[in-house]
């Protein structure tokens, strides 16, 4: 059998005829470990850039949903985290932590964003239930839930997700 036979018959071996479902363009072939060589200074103020970027994605959103179209302040709040914390993954990866894209660090980011997104959310909601429901009230609340989850997610992506040394 030719160098080219084997190297053929090894790849369709290593094949799964079970369907399973396509994986996004942002999802790699490959799980490599995370790692940078961005310091942690740089990596705090890509952090807080990314994070204001995406918080105005988010506070906008929410906003927009609640106060002009009426939806529940609940639902308006998770539409925003979903947008919001779509855009800092998706630069945080690339620009922050500049860790190369894997299959288990994007499961764990959404593990992540779902603790992260209950805990924005329900302060959100506790807020918006004992205070006035007025703009300034609800940008207050969501500055409160905002910086919490900001915390949380750097603190877990930095020491665990990313697996900075």
């Known amino acids: 059998m030719s160098e080219a036979e084997t190297n053929s018959a090894a790849r369709d071996a290593t094949r799964s005829d079970e369907p399973h479902l396509p994986l996004p363009a942002e999802l790699p072939l490959v799980d490599e470990p995370g790692g940078t060589d961005v310091d942690l200074k740089t990596q705090i103020i890509r952090f807080v850039l990314t994070g204001l970027l995406s918080a ?4 906008s959103l929410t906003i ?11 639902v308006a709040k998770a539409v925003g985290f979903l947008f919001g914390t779509t855009t800092a993954y998706l630069i945080n990866r690339r620009w922050t932590f500049k860790a190369p894209p894997s299959r288990s660090r994007f499961i764990a980011v959404v593990a992540l964003y779902a603790a992260t997104f209950a805990v924005q959310t329900a302060l959100y909601t506790l807020f918006g239930h004992i205070w ?6 609800s940008a ?3 500055l409160i839930a905002q910086g919490t989850a900001t ?3 750097f603190v877990v992506q930095r020491m665990v997700i990313f697996k900075i040394h």
């Open 140 to 142: 207050l609340g969501f």
């Open 151 to 153: 915390v949380i997610n």
């Open 132 to 137: 006035p429901e007025t703009v300034l009230y």
């Open 64 to 74: 927009l949903l609640q106060y002009v179209f009426g939806v529940n302040l609940t």
């Open 56 to 59: 105005v994605v988010d506070f």
